[in-house]
């Protein structure tokens, strides 16, 4: 029903900031919960940060006060701003959208490597 494409990765020095961004392919509107997840190599897929019905926000603890989950429904986008960025932040970073009960929609991810 709505593709996602992740753009904004890259190499980035460690204390350094990039901005996520989730482009769908059609209305986010009814989409209540959207999410950030991340995957580094060997290790399994993680939550970073979710947000339920536009307001609602958890960070997994290693992200948390420095990344930042925000939603723009009039663009059809979702962001993910990460600040203070470490060399354990490095993984292919994952936009998943929901509603609530149904099936979840990921894009195909967008690679950040962190390193001096």
């Known amino acids: 029903q709505v593709q996602l494409v992740e753009s904004g990765g890259g190499l980035v020095q460690p204390g350094g900031s990039l901005r996520l961004s989730c482009a769908a392919s059609?209305?986010?509107?009814?989409?209540?919960?959207v999410g950030w997840y991340r995957q580094a190599p060997g290790k399994q897929r993680e939550l970073v940060a979710i947000?339920?019905?536009?307001?609602?926000?958890n960070y997994a603890d290693a992200v948390k006060g420095r990344f930042t989950i925000s939603r723009d429904n009039a663009k059809n986008e979702v962001y993910l701003q990460m600040n203070s960025l470490k060399p354990e932040d490095t993984a292919v970073y994952y936009c998943?959208?929901?509603?609530?009960?149904?099936?979840?929609?990921w894009g195909q991810g967008t690679q950040v490597t962190v390193s001096s």
């Open positions: 998943n959208v929901a509603r609530s009960g149904l099936r979840n929609y």
């Open positions: 059609g209305s986010i509107l009814s989409f209540n919960v």
């Open positions: 947000m339920f019905s536009g307001v609602m926000t």
